[in-house]
């Protein structure tokens, strides 16, 4: 495979898994009835944790939920793990674990960057 063909691949790969991951915050959208400006600040943390490289492989399925839970603890209707569990179909320990994972990455850029 050459250089063209791989950026080719590469490039329709990333706009599958976007559109995959679009979906399935659609899907979490309309089953817990979230407000459209808590799903696109979720989205935003995902593509944040993306650009960083610590979650770049694992799962839409894992990492949607994930950004969904963090977001809607500050908002004003938070879920539950549990929900996110029932809905993603993710045992609650793995999203618990994730979500300890992203709470230390957000906790380590908050300190890195108070003055």
């Known amino acids: 495979m050459n250089n063209i063909e791989y950026t080719i691949y590469s490039i329709l790969f990333n706009l599958l898994i976007d559109r995959k991951v679009g979906i399935i915050y659609k899907k979490f959208q309309f089953k817990l009835k979230i407000e459209k400006e808590t799903i696109n600040y979720a989205k935003k943390l995902h593509e944040n944790l993306i650009e960083k490289n610590l979650f770049k492989y694992e799962s839409p399925y894992l990492m949607v939920p994930i950004c969904i839970f963090t977001v809607s603890r500050i908002s004003e209707k938070p879920t539950t793990l549990t929900e996110m569990a029932?809905?993603?179909?993710?045992?609650?320990?793995?999203?618990?674990?994730?979500?300890d994972m992203v709470f230390g990455e957000i906790d380590a850029s908050f300190?890195?960057?108070?003055?």
């Open 86 to 99: 029932k809905i993603s179909h993710i045992k609650e320990e793995d999203l618990r674990k994730c979500y």
């Open 111 to 115: 300190k890195k960057h108070k003055v």
